[in-house]
């Protein structure tokens, strides 16, 4: 069933936004051909239908013009048998309708009105140069009529009906639009009565070859007038349902449409939550966010030591690099703990390979490629974005639990009483020394002497908190790595939805509409499709 112009219009825009969203995806070889079929169906939409334009088309002497003379009842068109009789289109107007228009753009010059056959009028019926003419500018003609007019009609005489150029230049890349040609196996005279059964169904055979499954074939002579009329009436059926011009329209978007091959596959593979998180897993990897854990964590020992630890050893870690500033410390750039994250490259280019593919699943080769692009469009940002953001969480760390410093004020207790103690001994052996009596300054808790207590008490209780306090911050150092690395991963996952995820979902946004516009352009109600 053919469309109506409207609809045939709507498909016609939907080429239009193909070639729009394939820019950069559809080869000339394709774009080109498909931007004519735009133009010129716009133009003959234009037209209107009140007038179906046949073209009779055939090699050198098969007898094109004599067919064209019965037809239209006048010897208008020269005929010959072994030259080329017709340099330039001429056309028959049957009817008193004005085609001026339609000719005008078709470019024909030569016309000739014809009344009194009522029953094809709205025709226009076109003598064709020979389509192998050794006259290039014949076969030009030829090309660009076989190429506009709505109804094609074949005259294939018995020397040159099997011609292979015929076949492969242009039967053959008109499979589609069979319902938009007829084949006339003229000079039917010249065979024997015997054998037109079989020269038909040797035609047939080639036709079928090209692609063209039920052809419509007349077996005619203007000598003895077989098949003329059966031709006649064949025009007449065409022009009363005035279909011709659509039909011909729609078989060129047909046409265009099977070339455009791996546009037309919708996409199939769907973003999933375990897809995201094999991506932030490989981005991670590539951010090294492991080593990033395994840094915060050492980072809160060293720090819970630093607070924590023995006085009279804890300053010894001031001397040591701060694990966080281990994960790169820039040439010239004052190190600190937010110093930014190296990117490994190749494994980050690894991740983003590895997402495009499988959201790409088994999509053409030429969609394989644009979501790899898409998914490192941003590669840039996408790696100063990780490390900012890594760098971020490692450096809200930093900050350490409020019983550090409880410990740290009774670690100074410590240490003080340790001193206090220390000093106290190292007076009484000054005092013992110069003979002074000391025996009032040493007083005593339990036999054992204050001074004593005070350092010897100082330093072990310092050790055995120092060495509980390191214990506590061993557990506090596996949560805070834990929660750093839950904050990376979200960190990760956010930057790739931005920068990754969020093109890939574009690009193939891009496909699923571009699929709907292909079905559109085939004459299929396309189906919505989301990526």
């Known amino acids: 069933m053919i469309a109506n112009p ?30 004519a079929t735009i133009e010129h169906a716009t133009d003959r939409l234009r037209h209107g239908t009140d007038f179906t334009v046949v073209a009779l088309a055939g090699a050198t002497g098969s007898g094109k013009s004599s067919l064209f003379n019965a037809v239209v009842g006048e010897d208008i068109a020269p005929a010959g048998l072994t030259r080329p009789t017709t340099s330039e289109a001429r056309a028959a107007v049957f009817g008193s309708g004005d085609a001026g228009p339609l000719l005008e753009w078709l470019g024909v ?37 076989v190429a506009h007019v709505d109804l094609l009609i074949w005259v294939l005489d018995p020397q040159k009906y ?5 076949h492969e230049r242009y039967l053959s890349q008109l499979s589609v639009h069979g319902d938009v ?52 009436e064949l025009l007449a059926a065409r022009i009363a349902a ?28 769907k973003d999933s939550r375990s897809g995201r998180k094999d991506l932030a897993a490989g981005l991670g990897e590539a951010a090294g966010s492991a080593a990033v854990s395994s840094a915060v964590a050492a980072a809160f020992r060293h720090d819970a030591a630093r607070a924590t630890g023995w006085p009279f050893t804890r300053w010894l870690r001031r001397f040591r690099r701060h694990p966080l500033r281990k994960l790169r410390p820039p040439t010239g750039a004052r190190p600190g703990p937010q110093t930014a994250i190296p990117i490994d490259k190749p494994r980050l280019e690894l991740a983003l390979k590895r ?70 001994l190292l007076l009484l052996l000054i005092l013992d020394w110069l003979r002074i009596p000391t025996d009032r300054l040493t007083p005593e808790v339990g036999g054992w002497p204050i001074p004593t207590l005070l350092l010897l008490g100082g330093a072990a209780l310092g050790i055995l908190v120092a060495a509980a306090a390191g214990l506590f911050a061993g557990f506090g150092a ?20 931005r920068l990754v995820v969020a093109p890939v979902d574009a690009e193939l946004e891009r496909w699923a509409t571009m699929a709907a516009a292909v079905a559109s352009v085939e004459g299929h109600r396309p189906r919505t499709l989301r990526p």
């Open 242 to 269: 005035r279909i011709s011009a659509l039909a011909r329209i729609d078989a060129d978007l047909k046409k265009v449409a099977a070339g455009l091959g791996e546009l037309r596959t919708p996409p199939a593979e």
């Open 109 to 145: 010059r030569h016309r000739h009105g014809v009344d009194g056959k009522s029953t094809l009028d709205g025709l226009v019926l076109i003598d064709l140069p020979d389509h192998d003419s050794v006259e290039v500018s014949h076969r030009l003609q030829v090309d660009h009529f």
């Open 355 to 424: 997402y495009a593919d499988r959201r790409a699943g088994a999509a053409p080769p030429v969609w394989a490629r644009k979501l790899r692009t898409a998914a490192a469009t941003h590669r840039t940002d996408l790696v100063g974005e990780l490390g900012t953001r890594i760098t971020t969480v490692a450096g809200a760390t930093a900050a350490g639990p409020r019983w550090w410093a409880a410990v740290g004020w009774l670690q100074r207790i410590l240490g003080i009483a340790a001193v206090a103690g220390g000093i106290w």
């Open 181 to 232: 040609m007829a084949f006339l196996l003229h000079q039917a005279d010249l065979v024997d009565q015997s054998g037109h059964d079989a020269w038909r169904e040797d035609a047939v055979r080639l036709l079928a070859a090209d692609g063209l499954g039920a052809p419509t074939v007349i077996l005619t002579s203007t000598v003895t007038g077989r098949g003329v009329d059966e031709f006649a």
């Open 478 to 497: 596996r949560r805070r790595a834990r929660r750093a690395g839950k904050q990376i991963v979200t960190a990760i996952e956010d930057v790739a939805a």
């Open 162 to 166: 099997a011609d292979q150029a015929l």
């Open 6 to 35: 409207s609809s045939l219009a709507e498909r016609i825009d939907s080429l239009r936004r193909v070639l729009d969203l394939g820019a950069g995806i559809i080869s000339d070889d394709v774009a080109d051909p498909a931007a």
